[in-house]
Structure formats: C-alpha cells, structure tokens
C-alpha cells in the first residue's frame, strides 16, 4: 500500500507540474555557455543568487544524470550539460595526467553530442553545440571575464544556451524526444554492471507487466548513506530467496519505481514542507488531493522557526476555523492522507509507521490530542506546544538525540490514530521529573494528556485531571501532590531567595513513598510558618493546609505510577495557582 | 462437486503477532495488511500434509481490526552456506558455524499484533495419491488433528518466530464474524508459483469487504505472475 500511494501521488506531481518527466532531472547549473546560431561562442552567464551566506546556483531541467565512477569514468558523459573538463576540456589541475583526462573526458562528451545531432541534422540550436564543440578551440570562452569565477568552483557545471532563446539546448523538443526513445534502453542509473538482459515480469504495485528494475533509485533521509533506499537487497546476506538476486526478489517495473522514488525524493527534498525531522527519523506525509491539511501539518507538528513562535497557533487556528469559502468543514473532508515514517539504518531506510485515513479523520485527531495537552500555564508560555517541545522535555538534558527511540514513532501514530499514547512516555516523564526535580509546562502537559487519554479511552471510572487546580480532586496522589506544593511555598515566602527548596531534596521521596517524607515535612513547615512575618500569609497558608489535610485519609507507602502522575499534576496545578494573577 | 476435491474446511488462527512480509520491503520488514493466501496455506500444511493432497485457500475472514506495531531485532546478516554443508556431508565432519556476534545486524520491522483469522480453504487430490488415498480419509485426518492440537510443526503467522494457536470450525452456525473493516489492499502476494522454470512469485488484486478477503483460484486470470 506504501508504494502504491507513493506512485499514485507521483501521478499527481506530474498532473500538477511539480515533478520532471522521467529521463530528467533537476539539477544546479551555475554557469550557462551562450553561443549564437552559428555556434561561435557569445558570453558566459552566471546563475548563482545570494542564499544566505552561500551562493546558490539556479536549478533547471535537463538530461538525467548518468552514474560514473572509478578509473573508467570518463567514459561516461552526460547529454549537453557536464563540468568544465567534459564540456571544455579544462583540466581539474596543471598536471599532466589531469590534462589528459580532461582532453579524454571532452571527447566522450564531443561523441554524445554527435550522436545527437546525427540523429537530429535539421536541429539548429543542436547542430550550433556541436560546431562550437568540434572547434576544439575555447580560448575565447577562456578569456571572458567571468571565466575565472567559473573556473574557481571544482566541478563547475555547465550547459548551452542559445542567444535570443529563452530555454536551454537541453530543453528543446527533439532533445525530449530523444531521451523518452532512450529511457528504455539506457542501462539504469547505478546499473554498470549489469550485463543481463531485463527480465519481464508482474510489477508487485501496479499489475502489469514491464522490464523490472534490478535496482531502484536511491531516496536517502537524514542519517542514512547518499545511497540509501527502501527497497534494497544486498547480495549474499541472507535476504535473497528461491534463487533471485536483488531486487528481482521483488518485481517492480522501473516505471514504477522511477515514479514511487520521485514522489519521495520531492518530498524528502531541502526546503520540502511535507517533511518532518523528528528524533532520529523522517516524516513524510501528502494528501490524495491538494489539501489545507498539507500545509498546516508541518506547522503544527514542526518546531516552530525562531522568527515565528506563533506558528503552531496559527496554524492550528487555520485548521479548525471554517473556511469562509464555503466549503464543508474539515471534519468532513474525505480526501485521502497518509503519512509515512521513515527511520535510517545505515544504508537502508527502515518503515516506522505507516497511517493512512482521511482529512477528516485526522483533523479531528489531531484537535483531540491538543485538548488533551491543554493545561494551565505562566502567561509568557506559548499556548500549544509542538511535539518537539513534548518530547524534549522527557530526553536527559533536554537534548532530542536522548529521546528514547520508538518514542517519537509511536507518539505520532498514537496522536494520528487517536489511541492511547505509548506506555513509556508517562514511565519517562516521571523519571526526568524524578531527576531533575523539577515540574516544566511540557512535562505537566504530557501527563495531563495521558491521564485523560487513557481515562477515556479504557472508560475508567477514576477522576481525570483537569485544565488547572481542581478543588474537589480526591485522587490522593493529586492531593498529596498539592500539599507538597503548598508546604514548598511556606518554605519559599519563610526564606526568600532560597536555592534549594524542600522540592529538591524531598520530591523523590514525598511522590513514591509518602509516608516517609511527609511527616518530617509537616515538622518543618511548622518552623517555616512561625518565621513568616505577615500572620494573614500565616493563616492563610494553614487554611490551605487545613483544606487538603482534610480530604488525605493516610500517608500511603508507596504511590504507583498513576498516582506519581497525579502527585506531579496536583504540585503544578498548585503552584500554577499561586502565581495566577488574582482578577 | 468435482471428485478430487474436499468439501470445504474452515480453522481459525490467532497469534500475539504476525508479519506477512511484503516482498519489497523484506530487509526492513514490512508485514501486508492481511493474512497472504500463501501463509494460509503454509498454516494448513503445518497440521497436514502429503504429497497426496494439495491445498487451495479460498477466503480469509479478519476477526479483529489491523492492529500494527513497530520492533527492532538483532538477526544476521548471512545464511548457512550450502557448500560447507555438502563438503561435511561428504567429509562425515565439517565446520558449519555461524558466529552471531560477528554477523549481527539489527532489523527493524512493521508487524501486525493480536491476529485472529478464519481460513476456508479445500484441498485437491494430486497424481501422487496411492489407492487407499481418498477425499474422506484425509478430511477426517485434518479434523482430527487440528482438533487434538496435532501439527508437523507449530503452525506461524508469516515469520517462524509468531507461532499461530488453531481450532477447527465444524459447522456454519458457529462462524465467527468478522470484524467490519473494508479497504483496499492493492496487489498483494498469491503465492509462489514452484512449477515453472524457476519459483515465481504471482500477485492478485486484494480488497477487504466488511473484513473478508476473497481468494481467487489458482487458475483464475485474477491471479497473474
């Protein structure tokens, strides 16, 4: 089903106009060659525009890349565009042997282009290339001034342009024409070494016969090896069978699998918007038709950008607001989505999760999931947090490569799905909490979040947590989490500008074995509220203490992991409570 | 009814997890939606088997929704060479070790979790059947064994390491329902087609409707490979 939705999407890439025919590619092309009709040569044109600190050059169209390497390299050259050594003979270096190979890898390119023109006499932007080339005399290519920053790039590509044309030699028509008769014949990308004929067979995504693609093209991810792919079969490592080497374990046609490794190429490219870089894996996701939903994902999952802190807000604003066009509510969209994690594995690119459902499904989902995390907090904090930020915050120093690995794979899908979140994220929130000693607003929302998930999905009979400070909570886990809390302000406003705080000391203890920390707890505030100087702070604070005391039947041994849950939710929602502005 | 064929035979199978691994995604195991026609068959020959009979799974009920999950296990990265294997048979002692430690390799796999499937299939008397072979004779032995819990080895959903529990359905009333899931699955594995030149591998269009998937017959246009 993977594949198949990766093709089907390719279709519509191509429908649109995003993705290049097969046989082409887009490639950087920083420098282009003018010639005029006659091919004598006219001018050099830098394509490069200021990206950052980086000059980029500008992407085009052209001829797909051939696969060379090693000593023989030179024998293959591409089809009208290549670097200085194949298109002008400009050796890498002064030496001798570079000299030679340079002269060597012109020849290769002089012979493509004469194929070409053979094929196509009548052509005049083709027949113009291969008269300048056949000159074998660039010293006026050499001379422009711009050729010294052309030179200075190692591998500097170049392709032809005719004067008063607005496209490149290699995009003309009979230069089309010529690749899509090749495709077929040209051995595939990667295939040097092929030397059997192609075998027929069922393409395992579409059903129909075709020539089957020994190997596919590669699709790699953040932290696997440029030459990485789904499907992918080393030989002789135990993953062949009945025989069949490679991918022919698994017929797909090349047709196919140019189309499926396209689709996931675009989205997986640098500036993609239907990606996401979470824990160690990638996101990719796309919607059967175009889809508001595309866009707003990234925002609503993504770390927001510095310069836009808002974004996850708006963008979920975006996505439950009703459009004022008229159109039916997202809820009711039934446009297909899917969503494919991608984790690496040197080489191999392993399948994480794979969710397919509709617009509809999913927006729903994902608002639950906000609802669910949504919990009070300081008035600077952000009002959704990302993902990220939820995830972060249960890693050890806060650093996103100590995210427990199946963590982000498995929150995302539970999130999709709209079923419980992962058993090791509430065991791994209490434990940073437990650590570090210290409550933050994600780690208190992502408990929030389980406690009330798992409350509603097993029907449990049990009191959930609310948004803030519940008086009525009974929970004994919540209360005694409140009393801690209260005792720790008395401590605070007794001593102002302490360090450490009972919290630092007693939070271990006082969340899993109250019935040790508590009594020696309530010793010292006596000594904490007999130093305070204001007696209506005094009372007050006692009143409190009164207030939850009398809803705390006995300090148990041992509080379980519910119920550390609720000690934590309890001390926050507590301490969010005395710095609530008092309206 | 034709003579050589058995009247049809229903078993439920269920296990912890299952993964029916999608050809093209063998290294990092992806399993298919659904129990293959292929792992069927391979179920119904771990109760009983002769060269006798042959198998033909026709429909696969799915009693619980798909259900996935997300592992990651050490395996090895090689297989037992054929070669040292011969050169020991000849020799009467030979080295056929493999080092786990130095072959180790970490796969990672999308499997199914808590399966519950009920097989139909029937079974076709081949050319190898002897005299004293009939239709009834093995119906009754299949029963039998599957009922007693009797198998050549324990049946697996997929991979050998997710063994499969069964139990046979003797009659229509007591059917399980299947659970209501309808979806398309797109090509998915028939089987292995071990009679021509070489082992191919033939596909059928798969779809769940209301959670049965319809086989179609070995012969059928259906079926292409």
Redesign the interface.
């Known amino acids: 089903m993977i594949l198949q939705s990766l093709a089907k999407y390719y279709d519509r890439l191509a429908d649109e106009g995003v993705v290049v025919p097969e046989g082409f590619k887009q490639v950087g092309i920083p420098f282009l060659l003018f010639l005029n009709q006659k091919g004598e040569f006219t001018g050099l044109q830098d394509t490069r525009t200021q990206s950052g600190k980086k000059l980029v050059a500008r992407t085009f169209v052209v001829p797909e890349e051939r696969e060379r390497s090693g000593s023989r390299a030179w024998q293959t050259a591409n089809l009208l565009w290549d670097h200085y050594g194949y298109v002008l003979a400009w050796p890498k270096s002064n030496t001798e042997k570079d000299k030679e190979m340079a002269k060597k890898q012109h020849r290769t390119f002089l012979a493509e282009v004469k194929k070409l023109n053979d094929k196509y006499p009548d052509d005049k932007e083709i027949g113009a290339v291969y008269r300048f080339l056949s000159t074998e005399d660039f010293s006026a290519v050499f001379s422009h001034p711009l050729w010294r920053e052309c030179a200075k790039i190692p591998g500097c590509k170049l392709t032809f342009c005719i004067e008063g044309l607005n496209c490149l030699v290699c995009e003309n028509e009979n230069v089309k024409a010529f690749i899509s008769s090749t495709i077929s014949q040209v051995s595939d990308n990667e295939d040097a070494e092929n030397t059997l004929p192609d075998t027929e067979s069922v393409c395992l995504i579409t059903g129909e016969r075709g020539p089957v693609a020994r190997l596919h093209p590669r699709t790699p991810i953040l932290g696997t090896k440029s030459n990485a792919k789904i499907v992918s079969f080393q030989k002789n490592m135990g993953f062949d069978s009945y025989g069949k080497q490679q991918s022919y374990n698994a017929p797909v046609s090349k047709k196919t699998a140019f189309a499926y490794t396209t689709a996931l190429n675009q989205m997986l490219a640098r500036d993609s918007r239907q990606k996401l870089l979470v824990g160690d894996g990638t996101i990719v996701f796309w919607a059967e038709k175009k889809s508001v939903l595309e866009d707003v994902f990234a925002d609503i999952f993504g770390e927001p950008a510095k310069e836009n802190p808002e974004q996850i807000n708006q963008g979920i604003r975006t996505l439950f607001e009703a459009p004022k066009s008229g159109a039916p509510p997202l809820d009711e969209d039934y446009t297909r989505f899917y969503v494919l994690g991608l984790a690496p594995n040197v080489a191999r690119i392993a399948i994480r999760f794979w969710y397919q459902g509709t617009v509809g499904e999913l927006a729903k989902n994902i608002k639950q999931h906000f609802d669910d995390c949504n919990i009070a907090h300081g008035p600077k904090e952000s009002q959704h947090l990302s993902i990220f930020r939820l995830l972060v915050s249960t890693a050890m120093q806060g650093e996103s490569k100590n995210i427990q690995p199946n963590l982000t794979g498995d929150m995302m899908k539970s999130i999709l799905s709209g079923t419980p979140y992962p058993k090791t994220l509430l065991s791994s929130v209490i434990r940073r909490i437990r650590a570090e000693r210290e409550i933050t607003y994600p780690r208190a929302s992502l408990i929030k979040a389980v406690l009330v998930r798992d409350a509603r999905y097993y029907k449990k009979n049990g009191k959930e947590v609310g948004m803030s400070l519940d008086h009525a909570n009974t929970n004994h886990g919540y209360l005694l989490g409140r009393l801690f809390a209260v005792l720790e302000r008395a401590q605070e406003r007794a001593n102002p500008g302490i360090d450490a705080t009972i919290r630092d000391r007693f939070y271990g203890a006082a969340s899993c074995t109250p019935v040790i920390a508590f009594p020696h707890l309530l010793k010292l505030k006596n000594h904490h509220i007999a130093k305070l100087e204001n007696k209506g702070e005094a009372v007050n604070l006692e009143k409190q203490i009164g207030e939850i005391m009398e809803k705390v039947v006995d300090f148990p041994p041992h509080l379980g992991l519910h119920d550390q849950s609720k000690f934590a939710i309890g001390y926050y929602h507590q301490r969010q409570d005395f710095f609530r502005k008092r309206d | 009814m034709p003579k050589n064929r058995s009247r049809s035979i229903r078993l439920k199978v269920w296990g912890q997890n299952a993964c029916f691994t ?7 195991r ?1 399993s298919y ?1 659904v129990m293959t026609p292929s792992a069927a068959r391979g179920v119904l020959e771990a109760i009983l088997w002769k060269p006798a009979i042959c198998w033909r799974i026709t429909q696969v009920d799915v009693l619980k929704p798909i259900q ?1 999950e ?1 592992v ?1 296990r050490n395996e ?4 037992a060479s054929t070669d040292l294997a011969i050169t020991a048979m000849k020799n009467n002692r030979g080295n056929l070790c493999l080092y786990v430690e130095d072959e180790r ?4 796999g ?1 499997i199914l979790r808590d399966v519950v499937y009920t097989i139909h299939a029937y079974f076709e008397i081949t050319e190898k059947a002897g005299p004293e072979d009939s239709i009834t004779k093995f119906e009754e032995m299949f029963l039998r064994r599957a009922e007693k819990g009797q198998c050549f080895n324990t049946p697996y959903l997929g991979c050998r390491e997710f063994s499969a529990g069964f139990e046979p359905i003797r009659d229509e009333a007591s059917l399980p329902e299947p659970a209501d899931v309808t979806r398309d ?3 998915m ?1 028939y089987d ?1 087609d071990f009679t021509a030149k ?6 059928f ?1 798969a779809s769940l409707e209301k959670g049965v998937l319809k086989v179609p017959p070995h012969d059928s246009k259906e079926v ?2």
Do not use: C, I, N, Y
């Not at chain 2, 090895?76 to 297989?79: I, R």
């Open positions: 999608r050809p093209e995604m063998k290294v990092e992806v939606d996935w997300s990651r090895v990265g090689a297989v390799q970490q796969r990672a999308l699955l797109g090509w594995l292995m070489e082992p191919t591998a033939r596909f269009h292409r490979g």
